[in-house]
Nanobody, 125 residues
Framework: QVQLVESGGGLVQAGGSLRLSCAAS????????IGWFRQAPGKEREFVAAISWSGGSTYYTDSVKGRFTISRDNAKNTVYLQMNSLEPEDTAVYYC??????????????????WGQGTQVTVSS
């Protein structure tokens, strides 16, 4: 019912920036929160950031606070993750996900209702 497509990943040097996009389609999106997760080789998938479509409320994991910014353009049904001051530890496949209730559920580990396919982010040192 909801399709999510990530884009914007790539290779960047430490200290650089990337902006990821998550484009959503399939239904009205005002009721959905969108989050970003990432999974590095050998590690569990972890929460990165989340945002409410309707209210603009945001959450971030501690390791990205001050470096990453989540935002949305509702006219384009797109959520962005601006990543600055990237570190090698940020290397991972980044996934966007949708929750039908609120972004807090994404933060605390409630399984999302929908997942995108992911986009690779590689930060070289």
């Amino acid at each position: 019912q909801v399709q999510l497509v990530e884009s914007g990943g790539g290779l960047v040097q430490a200290g650089g920036s990337l902006r990821l996009s998550c484009a959503a389609s399939g239904r009205t999106f005002s009721t959905y929160a969108i989050g970003w997760f990432r999974q590095a080789p050998g590690k569990e998938r972890e929460f990165v950031a989340a945002i409410s479509w309707s209210g603009g409320s945001t959450y971030y994991t501690d390791s990205v606070k001050g470096r990453f910014t989540i935002s949305r353009d509702n006219a384009k049904n797109t959520v962005y993750l601006q990543m600055n001051s990237l570190e090698p530890e940020d290397t991972a496949v980044y996934y966007c996900a949708a929750d039908r209730i609120n972004p807090y559920r994404l933060r605390v580990g409630v399984p999302p209702d929908y997942w995108g396919q992911g986009t690779q982010v590689t930060v070289s040192s």
